[in-house]
């Protein structure tokens, strides 16, 4: 399968710093990518999705304001948690999809970023 | 609002024998369907998709979907303990490309 890299895989800030992660689709080319946040126990919650060279669209309750995201190759996505509170702690992980047979698209996901805001 | 359900489980299940893992859907009008493993601490990783309706096999995997019961599961047949993971359900719903995720079932497959 298609592989797609994150990073960092953690990270540990300071309350009120930004702190921005990337996803790279290493042998293929995303038409779309995809940022989720999940929290202990819970599912995958789906924040945004982006394509290449257009504005990201946020998914109801995210604040596109603070999670910045820039997708400007078919290859590269970031995020940026813009000003991080302790709340904003969390796994955060980027998927990639390309189209699959009959046009359907599948996902594959990063690794993931484990985010620490102190 | 588009929904996924599943049990939370925990699932147990002794190695060697079959696991059925199920999964509703809300969206009538969904596409595709598919099975992730979620080891903790973990991204997911694709076990399966299915379109149609019927039986799909893949090894010890068996996917099944029933579009008219908007139920979709999954059989891990001779469960083993490296099986032990949240096996997470996703759709994608009619006229949307993003996948909407269930909250997992946890299964445990002793030795």
């Known amino acids: 399968g298609a592989v797609v890299s994150q990073h960092p895989s953690w990270v540990i800030c300071k309350s009120g710093t930004s702190v921005k992660i990337e996803c790279r689709s290493l042998?293929?080319?995303?038409?779309?990518m995809f940022w989720y946040r999940q929290f202990p126990k819970q599912s995958l919650m789906l924040m945004a999705t982006?394509?290449?060279?257009?504005?990201?669209?946020?998914e109801q309750g995210v604040e596109k304001d603070k999670f910045l995201i820039n997708h400007a190759s078919l290859t590269l996505s970031t995020l940026t948690v813009t000003s991080a509170h302790p709340e904003d702690s969390s796994f955060y992980i980027c998927?990639?999809?390309?189209?699959?047979?009959?046009?359907?698209?599948?996902?594959?996901f990063g690794p993931g970023t484990r985010l620490t805001v102190l | 609002q588009k929904e996924v359900e599943q049990n939370s489980g925990p699932l147990s299940v002794p190695e060697g024998a079959i696991a059925s893992l199920n999964c509703t859907y809300s969206d009538r009008g969904s596409q595709s369907f598919f099975w992730y493993r979620q080891y903790s601490g973990k991204s997911p990783e694709l076990i399966m998709f299915i379109y149609s309706n019927g039986d799909k096999e893949d090894g010890r995997f068996t996917a099944q979907l029933n579009k008219a019961s908007q139920y979709v599961s999954l059989l891990i047949r001779d469960s083993q303990p490296s099986d032990s993971a949240t096996y997470l359900c996703a759709v994608t719903p009619s006229g949307y490309s993003t996948l909407t995720f269930g909250k997992g079932t946890m299964l445990l497959v002793s030795p």
């Open positions: 042998d293929f080319q995303a038409t779309t």
């Open positions: 982006s394509n290449e060279g257009s504005k990201a669209t946020y």
């Open positions: 998927s990639a999809s390309s189209l699959v047979g009959g046009g359907y698209n599948e996902q594959f």
